[in-house]
């Protein structure tokens, strides 16, 4: 499967941009899937997960409040929605999905490991 991530850009401190993600598969539309975001010279972090099976999504504690996350299935396609940008959100956007239909347990959404697909990454930059 592909996935094409959408939606970065530059951003002044406390805007907003809605981020993007389709998958090239309509299988993958319902899998668990997570956002995560990598600044330069910092290793790659989890930001929000959403499971197979819905319930409550996840968030890392540095984006709880301000971020959130959705998904479209019809449309294979998945969202965050980043209000109240700061300088420190500055970083390049992956998307990532199983591949397994299977749902992971919810202290394994924020694991880079258990994702299999991943996108190419788009880039948010908030000035200040």
């Known amino acids: 499967v592909q996935l094409q991530a959408f939606g970065g850009g530059l951003v002044q401190a406390w805007g907003f941009l809605r981020l993007s993600c389709t998958a090239s598969e309509r299988a993958f539309g319902a899998n668990d899937m997570a956002w995560f975001r990598q600044a330069p010279g910092k290793e790659r972090e989890f930001v929000a997960g959403i499971r197979r099976y819905g319930g409550n999504n996840y968030y890392s504690d540095s984006v709880k409040g301000q971020f959130t996350i959705s998904r479209d299935i019809p449309k294979n396609t998945w969202y965050l929605q980043m209000n109240g940008l700061k300088p420190e959100d500055t970083a390049s956007h992956y998307c990532?999905?199983?591949?397994?239909?299977?749902?992971?347990?919810?202290?394994?959404?924020?694991?880079?490991?258990?994702?299999?697909?991943w996108g190419q990454g788009t880039l948010v930059t908030v000035s200040s």
């Open positions: 990532a999905v199983r591949s397994s239909s299977n749902q992971i347990i919810s202290s394994a959404v924020g694991r880079l490991s258990v994702y299999d697909n």
